[in-house]
T-cell receptor, first 110, second 114 residues
Framework: GNSVTQMEGPVTLSEEAFLTINCTYT??????LFWYVQYPGEGLQLLLK?????DKGSNKGFEATYRKETTSFHLEKGSVQVSDSAVYFC?????????FGTGTRLQVFP | SQTIHQWPATLVQPVGSPLSLECTVE??????LYWYRQAAGRGLQLLFY??????ISSEVPQNLSASRPQDRQFILSSKKLLLSDSGFYLC?????????????FGSGTRLTVV
């Protein structure tokens, strides 16, 4: 079946530190992969996506590369800001649904 | 442009009371519609999805039901709430291939059952 596994949080970083949030998936076929972000008290916003192997999605300084050989889609950012504090969800799209990971909370301190 | 509206934003209901949460989409036709629940400290659980008027698929057997009386309206209901129904409820929509382009989420309803 289809599933997404994310690293446990919270991830705690100082401002300007490098961020990696790991995401691996199990899927049949060739899913699209997504990262969503949820700021406190809000709904989810699409952060970036990739639709095929070796694609790199990027937005607001965040990047993730679709790695078919390792079934991974790790989220990275070179220098985090306090305003990046949020919960990040990895998701895969297959058939007509998105399947989400459990989310990883990121806390950035000044 | 397309927009999605959810209401109410917050709701406190006693155990055993009924529930009705509404979601509407503007600026598109025949969207796929979804209800998710996010329990405290947990991930997103898909509850229902709909690909057309009157067409509802249930992902998890539970105390809730969904209806789609109009093309761009999706309603989540319960006849009698349980304490375990507390959580953050999110409505989302997608075009024909949401699995490729992603979903757009509403701002959510925080439900507390007391």
């Amino acid at each position: 079946g289809n599933s997404v596994t994310q690293m446990e949080g919270p991830v705690t970083l100082s401002e300007e530190a490098f961020l990696t949030i790991n995401c691996t998936y199990t899927a049949t076929g060739y899913p699209s992969l997504f990262w969503y972000v949820q700021y406190p008290g809000e709904g989810l916003q699409l952060l970036l996506k990739a639709t095929k192997a070796d694609d790199k999605g990027s937005n607001k300084g965040f990047e993730a590369t679709y790695r078919k050989e390792t079934t991974s889609f790790h989220l990275e950012k070179g220098s985090v800001q306090v305003s990046d504090s949020a919960v990040y969800f990895c998701a895969l799209g297959n058939t007509d649904k998105l399947i989400f990971g459990t989310g990883t909370r990121l806390q950035v301190f000044p | 442009s397309q927009t999605i509206h959810q209401w109410p934003a917050t709701l406190v209901q006693p155990v055993g009371s009924p529930l009705s949460l509404e979601c509407t989409v503007e600026g598109t036709s025949n969207p796929n519609l979804y209800w998710y629940r996010q329990a405290a400290g947990r991930g997103l659980q898909l509850l229902f999805y709909s690909v057309g008027i009157g067409q509802i698929s249930s992902e998890v057997p539970q105390n809730l039901s969904a209806s789609r009386p109009q093309d761009r309206q999706f309603i989540l209901s319960s006849k009698k709430l349980l304490l375990s129904d507390s959580g953050f409820y999110l409505c989302a929509w997608s075009g024909g291939r949401g699995q490729d382009y992603g979903y757009t989420f509403g701002s959510g309803t925080r439900l507390t059952v007391v």
